[in-house]
């Protein structure tokens, strides 16, 4: 008689393919609420994704210096990292953005007659 089935790689084949679910989902879900923002708000939009980036460079710190073997700690380093590069993008397009909306001073005619 055989027992019962071995379900262990069962198991893990169904929670890839809901976490693949879920992220599919999430990025169908980002395009269609990114694309209906007005133009004027993603300048507040950016400011806010900065600090939630900040928030993922902590963790991802936390996650390099807790890590016990050489994989985590290189992954950790590579997430910190790009992290740490999001957010400085983020802020240079940040300012560029408001820089658009910065009255601009007439220019001065010179009278070298």
């Known amino acids: 008689m055989r027992g ?4 262990r790689g069962g198991d893990i ?4 393919i809901l976490e693949l679910t879920i992220l599919v989902l999430a990025i169908f879900l980002g395009i269609e609420v990114i694309s209906k ?8 939009l950016m400011s806010g994704t900065n600090a939630i980036h900040g928030i993922v460079i902590v963790g991802a710190i936390l996650i390099a210096g807790s890590a016990d073997d050489t994989f985590s700690k290189v992954v950790g380093v590579v997430a910190v990292v790009l992290a740490s590069a999001n957010v400085v993008g983020g802020f240079v397009v940040t300012d560029r953005m ?5 009255r601009r001073e007439p220019r001065r005619e010179s009278n070298d007659d």
């Not at 084949?13 to 890839?16: A, N, R």
Request: charged share 20%; no cysteine; hydrophobic share 35%.
């Open 4 to 7: 019962p089935p071995d379900r």
């Open 13 to 16: 084949e169904t929670s890839f």
């Open 37 to 44: 923002v007005p133009t004027m708000l993603h300048t507040p």
């Open 98 to 102: 408001l820089q658009m909306f910065r």
